[in-house]
């Protein structure tokens, strides 16, 4: 099982428990590949935050 299917099960498995049932599996996954996109996004601008940071004269 690859970590975005598990992600997606432990997805499906919290929402549930909070009373959300109406999303399909692949609505899951959708979500899941859209927070792993974003998480990408954020460390690469914090990335380039860190080294423009670093090269900026105190």
Do not use: C, F, N, W
Not at 22 to 46: A, F, G, N, T
């Amino acid at each position: 099982m690859s970590v975005k299917a598990m992600m997606a099960t432990i997805l499906q498995d919290q929402m549930t428990l909070r009373g959300v049932s109406s999303l399909s599996p692949s609505d899951y996954e959708d979500i899941v590949e859209v927070l792993i996109e974003r998480l990408r996004e954020l460390e690469l601008s914090l990335a380039v935050r860190e080294l423009t940071d670093k090269h900026e004269p105190q």
